[in-house]
Nanobody, 124 residues
Framework: VQLQASGGGLVQAGGSLRLSCAAS????????IGWFRQAPGKEREGVSC????????YSSDSVKGRFTVSRDNAKNTVYLQMNSLKPEDTAVYHC??????????????????WGKGTQVTVSS
C-alpha cells in the first residue's frame, strides 16, 4: 500500500510541470487527496487539494490561478498541473490521502497515507 509522487524536475521560471500521485494497493475512490510542499527551512504547507469525487478543489493563495489539481479515479491517480512556475515554488512536493469526502488541505492533519516526495526546482 503506497502513494508515489513523480514528475518533479528542474525548470526555468515561467515554465510548467505536471506532477502525478499514483496509488498502489488501495483505491483512491474514497480519499481526499492533497498536494503539500516543503521548502528548506520552512514548514510543510498545503498547496492544492481535491475531494474524493473530484467535485471540490482548493488551492492556496500562493498558487491560485497557476496550479490545478485533478484526478482520474479510473487510473487511481491524482495530478498537479503547475504553470507559470516561480523560484519560490522550489520545494519537495508530497501527495497525501485521507479517507474523507471533504477536502483536507491542512498539513498537520493526520492523513492516512503520505507519498514520498518529488523535488521541484525552479531556476530564475
Amino acid at each position: 500500500v503506497q502513494l508515489q509522487a513523480s514528475g518533479g524536475g528542474l525548470v526555468q521560471a515561467g515554465g510548467s510541470l505536471r506532477l502525478s500521485c499514483a496509488a498502489s494497493g488501495f483505491s483512491l475512490d474514497y480519499y481526499s487527496i492533497g498536494w503539500f510542499r516543503q521548502a528548506p527551512g520552512k514548514e510543510r504547507e498545503g498547496v492544492s487539494c481535491i475531494s474524493s469525487a473530484g467535485v471540490n478543489t482548493y488551492s492556496s493563495d500562493s498558487v491560485k490561478g497557476r496550479f490545478t489539481v485533478s484526478r482520474d479515479n479510473a487510473k487511481n491517480t491524482v495530478y498537479l498541473q503547475m504553470n507559470s512556475l516561480k523560484p519560490e515554488d522550489t520545494a519537495v512536493y508530497h501527495c497525501a490521502a485521507v479517507r474523507s469526502a471533504e477536502i483536507v488541505c491542512d498539513a498537520s492533519f493526520p492523513m492516512n497515507y503520505w507519498g514520498k516526495g518529488t523535488q521541484v526546482t525552479v531556476s530564475s
